[in-house]
């Protein structure tokens, strides 16, 4: 016994001495999965001028994909949808895990009831911790309501119970503080090199984010119910500075 004890210590010294001149591997992202809010039959928050959240989500992933492979050479660039087309909430966050994606981008527009409110806020898994963090997942969540046979996919999630939110207090991910960080990047751009309003960074129970595995922001590039911000969310030159 004290042979076999001997024997493991001197193994442990080895490992531990070995291990001190191991280059530390750099984190490289090869893969990012960019998700257009919305689509097809789920038309998202709709502004005064007519303008579909679905649309400008889709616009402005195109362009961070485009921006992300001109200027970032070697990183591969997937996306959840390329046309108006409407896709399942589960099957965005599959994507990305089957194809091992290194980070997750969902990009949406967000919607107050007063038409004052302006401006970008990024979210990341998480509990609320206002009813208004409450409400925004809800808006967001509802499009669960739209299929037979989402519930069921959800495990019982009901996007207008408060109490279904719970859920995912039990399910905190082992991304989320890389996640907090890149939201953290992500609002500290639109607010310097855009100049938008920056609300910050958030936490709440958004299906999309829910069963990726891997760092997952959602991004609310601005508000269509405030006249102004939409005017700038539709143009080119909006879309072009938000992606």
Known sequence: MRNIGITALCVAITLLNSSSTLP????????????????GKDPGTIGKAN??????ALSISLKVGEYIQKNIPGVKVLYTRK????VIWDERANLANRNKADVFISIHVNASPSPQVYGTETWVMGLHKSESNLAVAKRENSVILLDENSKERAEGFDPNSPESYILFSLTQSAYTESSLKLAAKIQE???????????GVKQAGFLVLWKTAMPSVLVEVGFLSNEKEEQFLASEKGQDLLA
Do not use: L, M, P, S
């Open 83 to 86: 046309d108006d087309r409407y």
């Open 24 to 39: 530390v591997r750099e984190y490289k992202v090869n893969t990012i999965v960019i998700d257009a809010g919305h689509g």
């Open 51 to 56: 303008n579909k959240e679905k649309d400008i």
């Open 189 to 199: 751009q639109f607010e310097k090199r855009v100049g938008r309003k920056n609300h």
